[in-house]
Structures are given as C-alpha cells and as structure tokens.
C-alpha cells in the first residue's frame, strides 16, 4: 500500500512543512486545493513535473511549491 505525503516548501529559504497525506494522487490534489482555499490564495495557473525527489506543483507563486512524495507503507 503506498500514500501520498504532501509538502509546502520554499526552497530558497530551505523550508518545508508537511501539510497532509492522501492514499491516492487525486486526494493528495485535493489536500493542496484546500490549502489554497484556507490561505484564499487563487491559483493562476498550475505546472506539474516529477523528479527524483517525487512531484512538484506549482501554482504560480514564484517561490512556494507542494511537493508529493509516495512512500510504501
């Protein structure tokens, strides 16, 4: 079984905060959704990629991303 952690990372100033977890991509989506609805922040596009480090959304803050790491549980 795998979930997905869900980060809010600034990687200029080196931060990191785990915000939620979510057992499938699409939950994990939702959790960063409602993130930005709680910080009433309105996204003016969003830019996925993936890496060795998991997968990075972007929503246009220019120095703020979520980042989805899976891990086997």
Do not use: C
């Not at 939702?30 to 929503?59: A, C, T």
């Amino acid at each position: 079984m795998n979930i997905y952690k869900i980060y809010f990372t600034n990687p200029s100033r080196q931060t990191s905060r785990e915000i939620g977890k979510g057992r499938t991509l699409n939950q994990a989506r939702k959790i960063i959704s409602r993130f930005l609805d709680n910080h009433n922040y309105k996204s003016p596009y969003q830019r996925m990629w993936e890496d060795e480090n998991g997968i990075w959304i972007d929503v246009g803050s220019w120095s703020e991303y979520f980042n989805i790491k899976e891990e086997v549980i």
